[in-house]
């Protein structure tokens, strides 16, 4: 039997503690089994994980990438890099 994964997206300093790390970082996520983030969901009230999806932000999600560690649920965890910007000379 096949178990459904999601992804969540994460504040990306939970990821990068380095501030210069932090700085490259524009969004982070994690990828847990679905039915661990459902009851993640239902333990912060939500009715389904549906419902959470539909209304989570960034705070929802604090704690959870060490919580899925700690738990041996985490299944993948990354994260999207800022472009990089250039100066131009004048």
């Given at each position: 039997m096949n178990k459904k994964i999601i992804m969540v997206w994460i504040y990306s300093s939970e990821i990068a503690t380095n501030p210069q790390a932090h700085e490259r970082i524009s969004k982070a996520w994690i990828m847990v089994p679905e039915e661990w983030a459902e009851q993640?969901?239902?333990?912060?009230?939500?009715?389904?994980?549906?419902?959470?999806?539909?209304?989570?932000?960034?705070?929802?999600t604090v704690g959870w990438l060490q919580q899925a560690t700690d738990e041996g649920v985490l299944l993948a965890c990354g994260a999207t890099v800022k472009r990089p910007t250039f100066a131009h000379a004048d």
């Open positions: 993640q969901a239902r333990h912060q009230g939500f009715n389904t994980l549906e419902d959470f999806l539909d209304e989570y932000t960034f705070d929802h």
